[in-house]
């Protein structure tokens, strides 16, 4: 079980979360961590970068959801770039797709919230 998580400036107000390798019950901590310390500083506007993550639980895509509330109680907003499919057809089975932006690279993620 292991995670990477960095965190850097994006354009604007705009912040990117990069994850790597298993989000599940034992990582999500990490995850929650490192999202709640962005909107605790009054960083609102998040880009979760989950290119090079391998798999996600319930747990994870909770402490993503979890993220997403806190944000949108400032006016804020998550975008996620996924483009490995097996991550992308977990969104779309739980419907999710209909919460979170899903986009290709950091790039349009971080126009849409702009």
């Given at each position: 079980?292991?995670?990477?998580?960095?965190?850097?400036?994006?354009?604007?107000?705009?912040?990117?979360v990069?994850?790597?390798?298993?989000?599940?019950?034992?990582?999500?901590?990490?995850?929650?961590?490192?999202?709640?310390?962005?909107?605790?500083?009054?960083?609102?506007?998040?880009?979760?970068?989950?290119?090079?993550?391998?798999?996600i639980?319930?747990?994870?895509?909770?402490v993503?959801?979890?993220?997403?509330?806190?944000?949108?109680?400032?006016?804020?907003?998550?975008?996620?770039?996924?483009?490995?499919?097996?991550?992308?057809?977990?969104?779309?089975?739980?419907?999710?797709?209909?919460?979170?932006?899903?986009?290709?690279?950091?790039?349009?993620?971080?126009?849409?919230?702009?």
């Amino acid at each position: 079980m292991d995670i990477k998580v960095t965190v850097h400036e994006g354009r604007g107000d705009v912040y990117v979360v990069e994850l790597g390798g298993e989000i599940d019950v034992y990582t999500s901590p990490q995850v929650r961590d490192a999202i709640g310390e962005l909107i605790d500083r009054g960083i609102y506007n998040l880009v979760i970068n989950l290119e090079h993550v391998r798999y996600i639980d319930s747990t994870g895509l909770g402490v993503l959801i979890g993220g997403l509330k806190r944000v949108r109680e400032h006016g804020g907003s998550v975008n996620l770039v996924c483009t490995n499919p097996q991550i992308r057809k977990i969104f779309d089975i739980t419907g999710l797709v209909k919460i979170f932006g899903i986009f290709e690279d950091d790039d349009a993620a971080m126009k849409a919230l702009v």
